[in-house]
């Protein structure tokens, strides 16, 4: 009775383990299979037990003749023998899969009986693959934000170093000059500088925790504080700008510093890609729609949407310009998103291009 209720017991583990248990002789003959092996081989006991366990192998052992299985089969337990080892299997439909095998030896009326027991890896080397995939993007985001940085930072030490200048020419050109131009001049530098710092501030942010801090801001007054930005390069190239900031609601939640490098950088833009046009004018205009959304435009009479970019446009390193980085619309896209948002290029009707972002609005 205690013989039977032992074997009942032994039989009732070996049925219940959530890892597959695969007995052989010496020769290599299997001789019992659990149901966790027969679910993670695909086959049924009966096309198993009594066959060659090379069936469970992948090539080239599988092909190879008897002798040359046993000799593996021996050289490799006596080896892994109370330890276990990474190798692969392989199902019925012929896929394989990785496995780690553990081997306990032991003696039933004289003869040698090997007992294998077998855990799927597969999930394992998934995880271990999909981890190494999110590092290696981990490694290429902080690469192209370290291009970004410098692309986003360029801007604003561009226009203080402008503002500088502009202060430098007015003291040396005047014998008496007038103090409050050249103070506005200097605020404007500090105020780029500022700019700057607040730039790396959100990427910092950005790096340690994934997002950055938002506050409720009249989206009209971030747009024109923007536009003013690039005010003196419109000049420069000669560009009439319109702002029309007719949207009555605008409140949205947003970290304004970004939102304002999303506008710069689209206005910029829009100026470059005028610069062999006859007619250069450019808009930037808000308005509310489908009633909880606000959309900002920026409008430019250039050359148009490429038809070889218009695709990838805002994919990381496309660039319209001969010099560009090709990473001012990606940034800008990435945190449109971040504020779920959208942001869309199509031609204008009348030559050029249209930028637009839309955000949510918030609730008062």
């Given at each position: 009775m205690a013989i039977d209720r032992d074997a009942t017991f032994l039989a009732a583990v070996v049925n219940g383990?959530?890892?597959?248990?695969?007995?052989?002789?010496?020769?290599g003959c299997v001789l019992s299979i659990n149901p966790a092996a027969t679910r993670l081989f695909g086959y049924t006991p009966e096309e198993v037990i009594g066959k060659n366990v090379k069936m469970l192998m992948p090539e080239p052992y599988r092909s190879q003749h008897d002798n040359f299985v046993r000799d593996y089969l021996e050289s490799a337990i006596e080896k892994i023998i109370g330890s276990g080892r990474q190798v692969e299997g392989q199902r019925k439909d012929g896929t394989a899969f990785p496995m780690e095998l553990g081997i306990a030896a032991v003696r039933n009326n004289g003869d040698r009986i090997y007992v294998g027991?077998?855990?799927?890896?597969?999930?394992?080397?998934?995880f271990e693959a999909r981890m190494q995939e999110l590092q290696a993007n981990r490694l290429n985001?902080?690469?192209?934000?370290?291009?970004?940085?410098?692309?986003?930072?360029?801007?604003?030490?561009?226009?203080?170093?402008a503002y500088q200048s502009a202060a430098r020419r007015i003291l040396d050109k005047q014998d008496f000059f007038n103090k409050k131009e050249v103070c506005q001049a200097l605020d404007n530098a500090t105020e780029q500088v500022f700019r700057a710092s607040q730039i790396m501030d959100n990427l910092r942010?950005?790096?340690s925790r994934?997002?950055?801090e938002?506050?409720?801001?009249?989206?009209?007054?971030?747009?024109?504080?923007?536009?003013?930005?690039?005010?003196?390069?419109?000049?420069?190239?000669?560009?009439?700008?319109?702002v029309r900031l007719d949207a009555e609601s605008d409140l949205v939640q947003i970290n304004a510093i970004q939102i304002q490098q999303v506008v710069v950088n689209l206005k910029r833009n829009a100026i470059e890609a005028m610069h062999d046009s006859e007619k250069r004018e450019l808009i930037v205009s808000t308005q509310v729609v489908e009633g909880d959304k606000i959309r900002t435009d920026v409008i430019d009479t250039g050359l148009g949407l490429p038809e070889f970019l218009r695709e990838k446009l805002f994919?990381?390193?496309a660039s319209t310009k001969p010099h560009g980085l090709g990473v001012g619309l990606s940034i800008s896209r990435s945190i449109i998103k971040?504020?779920?948002?959208?942001?869309?290029?199509v031609s204008n009707p009348e030559g050029g291009a249209i930028f637009s972002f839309v955000l949510p609005l918030a609730e008062p």
């Open positions: 383990a959530l890892d597959g248990i695969v007995s052989i002789d010496e020769s027991f077998v855990h799927d890896l597969s999930e394992r080397r998934l985001l902080i690469e192209n934000m370290t291009v970004g940085l410098a692309h986003e930072l360029k801007q604003p030490l561009a226009a203080a170093a942010q950005f790096i994934g997002e950055t938002k506050s409720l801001q009249h989206l009209n007054e971030v747009v024109r504080t923007a536009c003013e930005f690039t005010d003196s390069a419109a000049k420069e190239y000669d560009v009439n700008t319109t994919e990381p390193f971040e504020h779920r948002g959208q942001l869309t290029a």
